[in-house]
């Protein structure tokens, strides 16, 4: 069944959020109230004041756009009054910013267009290079992702030639072009660039942005549970930072993801929380996108009146503002109300209406709504080959594009217009393939399962036809014994004999040395997952039994701070116990959800984590739990005399293509330690981490080892684990 969710329904919401970071010296925590009482104070009618007149127009642009007008109004006729080119050029910026928000892109793009005059014949980067990226986002909001492109590159261009190496918005922006266009490896690549400069200058609201275009190109591959996660995280970083439109954003978002399961009661509960935000009618895009979104949820239940009144509303809505990101989804859901009312004339106006608009501006996605929609109706009304040239399409768009789902559907198609052509052979291959297709869909989880059932009958079979190759070599043997025994009896019969001996011993020992070695791999893989899976109950009931005591207490903020970190690093521990490699990013992650959950726990202690600039967390993939235990053997073990200046050290490196980490801390070292607890134990845990790091090592197919030493040897206190990490990186 067709669901109105398409990449565009997900990108009009997204794009709300772009020019928040035009500038990130707007914070949006800033005191908009220090400012009030500043403007109350400065009464002088100078630049100061269109300053401060500047800044709180541009931090009401959000949330209270008719605020934003009046404070902008006020400050562009005092800059004109004062004829400072500078603050004029400014005022026309942030004028065309808000308009831009509000989708009322004639006055924005005039208002732009004088900034950037201004800035020129100022000779000012800086302002030219704002401008640029605001343009790129006004061209991304109507649908024009060519021109957008161009503005978005023209800006970091300029941002390059400034020497800056932040990041203002332009790659985070770039990415969603890539996004809209069905490139989804240069966007993430994009993004993930963004994120990662974002955090380093905690910018939260540049986070926002980075993880819901990441989520979003997850749900457009289909990775719906990476997706909410990483929307679950914008909305964590919204609501902290009190933003009401990023929070409507991640609301919108996570209604779309449960829509996609099916669960339209949860879907229809967060598009009503987005609604709800009175903020966000401010902003046509905003109203349009959950229209359709509602829409297609009464479309999936079959209130077909519903659906065509909200449909109709978000088309002359979205005409009015020109936005062609919405008509062409609403267009595509109009279609398929129609199909199902079986009014093929209507249905195909307005597929055909849609898919115009998309091949105008390169919507791929929706594209395939609207190719999809046309073959389905004239396969109904028997017109085949207007059906097969739509579905044929349909196919090279979705294998060009690599939209799986899609690819199904239109093998689907196929395989029925190839059927009623009388066309039986073509049919049985499209027939065929569309199972393939069904079968690629299956849960990764079962689709490892059945390969492990196969190998394991291959194996097994293997094994059957040695043991009756070895039966029909014996056969042949005692046959030719036989016909030699009365002229070379004793000569054979030694021989067969020793033949046989040989046979018998070497099958012996080849059946030892192959149960051996499976059992030894099996006990690794098995220790390997205990290993993975290494939580302590000590930990666990010593977290609890000071959760307890903040309680009772009363210390109701450290005790949810307490709460949520040791959750989420349950969550996260058992989330990597699953898989085989994790994310570097997720394992440093669980690691400093541990450290955090120590530091309440245990004040006496400081932990440093330093990861070099130059490993890319996000591009690395690590076996799980090879950090965490040794830090843990740190904090139980290497401070049992020492009261205060306790010490642990964590260091990431990479130094010639060799991913180190190094575990140091400042107790009484390995050696005093060893002397004085149970040395059996810890050689054995030493022992089984070495044989699972000589296992991940020919796994990975690279150097893995340990390294534990008393850091008395140079000349200091404490102890020093080496552990040289295997890794993949992603490409």
């Known amino acids: 069944m067709f669901l109105n969710i398409s990449s565009s329904c997900l990108k009009n919401v997204l794009a709300i959020s772009f020019l928040l970071i035009v500038q990130n010296f707007y914070s949006q925590n800033s005191k908009i109230d220090s400012l009030k009482i500043e403007l109350q104070n400065h009464k002088a009618k100078d630049t100061t004041r269109v300053n401060i007149l500047n800044h709180l127009a541009f931090h009401h642009y959000r949330n209270n756009p008719p605020k934003a007008v009046a404070y902008i109004e006020e400050s562009l006729e005092l800059a004109n009054k004062l004829k400072v080119q500078k603050f004029i050029a400014h005022c026309y910026y942030i004028k065309a910013v808000i308009y831009t928000e509000q989708a009322n892109f004639k006055i924005a793009e005039t208002s732009y267009d004088k900034a950037i005059k201004l800035y020129t014949s100022l000779n000012d980067l800086k302002g030219l290079k704002k401008c640029n990226n605001a343009l790129g986002v006004l061209y991304a909001y109507k649908g024009d992702f060519e021109n957008a492109l161009k503005h978005y590159k023209e800006s970091l261009k300029i941002t390059r030639q400034l020497g800056d190496l932040t990041d203002d918005g332009c790659l985070y922006n770039i990415g969603n072009i890539y996004s809209d266009i069905g490139d989804y490896t240069n966007a993430l690549e994009n993004f993930n660039q963004a994120l990662e400069i974002n955090k380093n200058e905690k910018d939260s609201v540049g986070m926002l942005n980075a993880l819901n275009s990441i989520a979003n190109v997850y749900y457009q591959q289909g990775n719906y549970p990476l997706s909410l996660d990483y929307h679950n995280q914008s909305l964590d970083i919204a609501k902290k930072a009190k933003d009401s439109i990023g929070i409507f954003q991640s609301l919108n978002n996570i209604g779309n993801l449960y829509r996609m399961k099916n669960d339209n009661e949860k879907a229809l509960a967060f598009y009503n929380r987005a609604l709800a935000i009175e903020s966000a009618s401010f902003n046509k895009k905003n109203v349009t996108a959950i229209k359709n979104n509602m829409a297609g949820i009464y479309y999936d239940i079959n209130e077909f009146d519903k659906a065509l009144k909200l449909y109709n509303e978000s088309i002359t809505l979205s005409k009015e503002i020109d936005d062609n990101v919405n008509l062409a989804t609403a267009l595509n859901g109009l279609g398929f109300v129609y ?22 501006f390169n919507y791929s996605y929706d594209l395939l709504d609207s190719y999809e929609g046309l073959a389905k109706c004239y396969l109904d009304l028997k017109n085949f080959d207007l059906a097969l040239v739509n579905a044929n399409k349909l196919t090279k768009q979705a294998t060009d594009f690599e939209f799986l789902k899609h690819k199904k559907i239109a093998y689907g198609l196929l395989a029925s217009i190839y059927k009623n052509k009388g066309n039986y052979k073509k049919a049985f291959e499209s027939q065929e ?13 079962n689709i490892k399962k059945i390969a492990g059932i196969e190998y394991e009958y291959k194996y097994k079979k293997e094994l059957d036809d040695a043991a009756e190759r070895e039966t029909k070599l014996t056969e042949t043997v005692e046959t030719t014994s036989k016909d030699l025994e009365k002229s070379q009896r004793n000569l054979l019969l030694g021989i067969i004999t020793f033949l046989a ?117 996000n591009r690395i993939k690590v076996p799980p739990m090879l950090i965490q235990p040794f830090v843990e053997n740190a904090i139980e073990h290497a401070f049992k005399n020492q009261k205060d200046n306790c010490i642990i050290e964590i260091k990431l490196t990479l130094v010639n293509s060799k991913l180190i980490c190094v575990i140091l801390d400042n107790g009484m070292g390995i050696d005093s330690s060893e002397r004085n607890s149970n040395q059996n134990k810890k050689s054995l845990a030493t022992k089984i981490t070495k044989e699972r790091l000589d296992y991940l090592s020919k796994d990975f197919k690279m150097d893995a080892s340990i390294t534990i030493e008393d850091r008395s040897k140079y000349n200091t206190q404490g102890t020093q684990v080496t552990i040289q990490m295997p890794y993949n990186k992603l490409t």
Do not use: C, W
Request: no cysteine; hydrophobic share 40%.
């Open 339 to 360: 199909y199902d009312m079986k009014k093929y004339d209507k249905a195909i106006a307005n597929f055909e209406e849609s898919r115009k608009i998309n091949l105008e």
């Open 433 to 445: 393939y569309f199972k393939i297709l069904s079968d690629s869909l299956l849960n990764e989880e």
């Open 501 to 617: 001996v040989a046979m018998v011993l070497g099958s012996i020992i080849f059946y030892l040395k192959l149960r051996n070695s499976k059992a030894k791999t099996q006990n690794i893989i098995t220790e390997q997952k205990l290993l993975r899976t290494q939580m302590t109950p000590h930990f666990i009931f010593n977290s609890l039994s000071v959760l307890q005591g903040m309680i009772l207490n009363k210390e109701e903020s450290k005790s949810v701070s307490y709460l949520s970190k040791f959750s989420k690093l349950l969550r996260i521990t058992l989330e990597n116990s699953r898989d085989k490699t994790v994310l570097l990013s997720q394992e440093l992650e669980a690691v400093d959800n541990y450290l955090s959950l120590q530091n309440i726990e245990n004040e006496k202690v400081s932990f440093n984590l330093n990861v070099n600039k130059v490993i890319e967390t």
